[in-house]
């Protein structure tokens, strides 16, 4: 798959997969002096990337593990959209979860992208759903353990 991007500023940089087997390519921050994100704070930050997806798929923008494990930090609608209409900047909500400060310099990696094939639903109105196994069951409902 070929995925169109337009590099939207002078320091915008095409995203790379880390490894050849990553499902994620990386999203750095285009900003041009660092920012900080205090404890519970929610900051956008661009990437400086706009992007086509192909029909029939989505761009899911999603937390970096490590950034997470190690800052608390991550990706507050996670995953986020990138429908396939969308022309504008991919932006990241960041959020820290954290009591500490977290700063971002330019072009750090800030997220991931993983493109995603989407089926869309018809809707059928029923009066009955069919059975199964779990039924009603909810949240809790298959144990602790």
Same mark, same amino acid.
Request: contains cysteine; glycine residues 10%; aromatic residues 6%.
């Given at each position: 798959? $070929? +995925?169109?991007? *337009? +590099?939207?500023? *002078?320091?915008? %940089? ?28 929610? /900051?956008?930050? *661009? ?8 029909? @029939?798929? !989505?761009?899911?923008? %999603?937390?970096?593990? @490590?950034?997470?494990? #190690? ?15 969308? #022309?504008?900047?991919?932006?990241? $909500? +960041? ?7 977290? *700063? ?14 989407? $089926? ?7 009066? !009955?759903?069919? !059975?199964?196994? #779990? ?8 144990? /602790?353990?």
């Amino acid at each position: 798959m $070929i +995925l169109q991007i *337009k +590099l939207l500023s *002078k320091t915008a %940089r095409v995203p790379e997969y880390e490894h050849a087997t990553d499902s994620g390519f990386d999203l750095r921050a285009d900003i041009e002096s660092e920012k900080w994100l205090y404890p519970y704070q929610v /900051l956008l930050i *661009k990437t400086g990337l706009a992007v086509a997806v192909p029909d @029939g798929c !989505e761009l899911q923008v %999603r937390p970096r593990s @490590g950034t997470a494990l #190690r800052n608390g930090v991550g990706v507050l609608n996670s995953p986020g959209t990138v429908d396939s209409s969308f #022309r504008g900047e991919v932006g990241v $909500i +960041l959020y820290n979860t954290s009591e500490t400060p977290f *700063k971002i310099e330019p072009q750090q990696r800030i997220a991931q992208a993983v493109i995603c094939p989407v $089926i869309r639903a018809k809707f059928m109105v029923v009066t !009955e759903l069919p !059975e199964s196994d #779990r039924g009603m069951g909810g949240f809790g409902s298959t144990g /602790l353990k």
